[in-house]
């Protein structure tokens, strides 16, 4: 069945750096697309950055462009969120997410990144 697992996160000081990352299982990793999503105490979940299959097409959210980079390695099977010049608005959980069809959402286990002195 299909697994994502995600591994990474913690609390870093403002200005400081994370990379999550997110081991999927199950199906054929290099055919399918790719996001990070966070959510906030108390707000919705938002769309942070999202990769192609091959990893030749990234888009990112406004408030973490130029700050964070998506990337993927399909030889093994993950996807990588990088977060540099973290603030503490940054402050979430951190999910990354595959689409498979029209409905079918799988989501990783969730990370806590806390950016706090």
């Known amino acids: 069945q299909v697994q994502l697992v995600q591994s990474g996160g913690g609390l870093v000081q403002p200005g400081g750096s994370l990379r999550l990352s997110c081991a999927a299982s199950?199906?054929?990793?290099?055919?399918?697309?790719m996001r990070w999503y966070r959510q906030a105490p108390g707000k919705e979940r938002e769309l942070v950055a999202d990769?192609?299959?091959?990893?030749?097409?990234?888009n990112y959210a406004g408030s973490v462009k130029g700050r964070f980079t998506i990337s993927r390695d399909n030889a093994k099977n993950t996807v990588y969120l990088q977060m540099n010049s973290l603030k503490p608005e940054d402050t979430a959980v951190y999910y990354c997410?595959?689409?498979?069809?029209?409905?079918?959402?799988?989501w990783g286990q969730g990370t806590q990144v806390t950016v706090s002195s």
């Open positions: 990769i192609s299959r091959s990893g030749l097409t990234i």
């Open positions: 997410y595959l689409r498979m069809g029209w409905s079918t959402d799988y």
């Open positions: 199950g199906y054929t990793f290099s055919s399918y697309a």
